[in-house]
C-alpha cells in the first residue's frame, strides 16, 4: 500500500511539473492602452523568456503608465516605453538584459521588440512594434553588427490603432527627431491574468 502511496505522489509531481512547464510556455496576453485606442499583444516566453520577463516586470510595475511613443517613423516602426514628454530625459529603468533576437522570431510587420543602443545587450524599458517585415533588424550571427533585435511578441488586435498612430506628423525637438507633434501616450500596459 505504501509502494502505491508513493507512487501516486511521483506521478502527482511529474504531471504537477508537467503542468507549470506548460503554463511557462503559454502566451502572455497584453493590453495596451493608448489615447488613440487599445492595442492586443501575444508574447512568446518560450522563444524569449527573459525578454518576455522584463517587459512583464515593467508593465507590472506600471512603468509605462503616461509614457509617450516618442519615435515614429512611417513605414518602419513607432517606439514608445521610456519617456513622459518630448523633451523629458529617460525615465530611470532597470538594468539591461541579454538579447535574445538569436531565438527565431523575426522583425516582420506587427511584432514587438526590443529597443536598444548600439550595445546588442543593452535593452530595457523601451520597445517598438514594427510597421513591416524589417529583415534587416534580425538576427544574423553573434557579433556586434549581427545581434539584431529581439522580437518577442505581436499585435493580435489594434494594428490599425498602430497604423494610425504611424501617420501622425512629426518633429525634431532638442536633437531628438521624430517626435510626433501631438503627444501619443501609453495610458497603462497591462497584463491580462
Avoid at 490599425?160 to 497603462?188: G, H, L
Wanted: aromatic share 8%; proline share 4%; charged share 20%.
Amino acid at each position: 500500500m505504501l509502494k502505491i502511496k508513493a507512487l501516486l505522489t511521483l506521478c502527482t509531481s511529474i504531471l504537477l511539473l508537467i503542468s507549470l512547464n506548460s503554463f511557462a510556455a503559454d502566451v502572455v496576453k497584453i493590453k495596451m492602452v493608448t489615447n488613440q485606442g487599445d492595442i492586443l499583444l501575444e508574447l512568446y516566453p518560450d522563444k524569449a523568456p527573459k525578454t518576455v520577463e522584463n517587459f512583464v516586470k515593467y508593465a507590472d510595475s506600471h512603468f509605462y503608465r503616461k509614457t509617450i511613443f516618442h519615435r515614429v517613423i512611417k513605414g518602419f516602426m513607432i517606439q514608445g516605453g521610456g519617456f513622459t514628454n518630448a523633451s523629458d530625459r529617460k525615465r530611470p529603468a532597470f538594468e539591461p538584459i541579454q538579447n535574445e533576437a538569436d531565438t527565431g522570431l523575426k522583425n516582420d510587420r506587427g511584432t514587438i521588440a526590443m529597443a536598444r543602443t548600439s550595445n546588442p545587450h543593452s535593452a530595457t524599458a523601451q520597445f517598438f512594434i514594427n510597421l513591416k517585415d524589417n529583415d534587416f533588424l534580425n538576427h544574423t550571427r553573434k557579433s556586434m553588427n549581427g545581434w539584431g533585435y529581439c522580437a518577442f511578441g505581436k499585435v493580435t488586435s489594434g494594428m490599425d490603432v498602430v497604423d494610425k498612430i504611424a501617420q501622425v506628423k512629426t518633429q525634431e525637438v532638442a536633437m531628438q527627431q521624430n517626435i510626433p507633434i501631438d503627444p501619443i501616450y501609453i495610458e497603462d500596459v497591462i497584463v491580462l491574468k
